[in-house]
């Protein structure tokens, strides 16, 4: 299984960026899909999922309204759509597959990672 996130980049605050994951070796509309974010000096966060298991997504409340995941299932891939970036938004974002993540709840660990993609909001 590989999962290739890629996207990330240098943003001004307010300003929108699309991430992109990439997945091999699994099936992806079997899988549920995460999200997850790590600042520098901080935890590793959770950030969103899509379920393959109830179709909900779940957001973090620092995100509710401002990012969007979906999934197109033909193409193996997953995104996530960041609108009105902040710089507190600033980390390396990994995705990962295969967690927990129906009923609006998102667990806290994933079996499959990416590489993570560095996304930067600064002026």
Not at 37 to 43: D, L, M, S, T
Request: aromatic content about 8%; proline content about 3%; hydrophobic content about 35%.
């Amino acid at each position: 299984v590989q999962l290739q996130a890629f996207g990330g980049g240098l943003v001004q605050p307010g300003g929108s960026l699309r991430l992109s994951c990439a997945i091999s070796g699994l099936a992806l509309e079997k899988n549920n899909i995460g999200w997850f974010r790590q600042a520098p000096g901080k935890q590793r966060e959770r950030v969103s999922c899509t379920s393959s298991d109830d179709g909900s997504a779940y957001y973090a409340d620092s995100v509710k309204g401002r990012f969007a995941i979906s999934r197109d299932n033909a193409k193996n891939t997953v995104f996530l759509q960041m609108s009105s970036l902040k710089p507190e938004d600033t980390a390396v974002y990994y995705c990962a597959a295969a967690l927990v993540c129906a009923l609006g709840v998102m667990g806290p660990g994933s079996h499959y990672w990416g590489q993570g993609t560095l996304v930067t909001v600064s002026s």
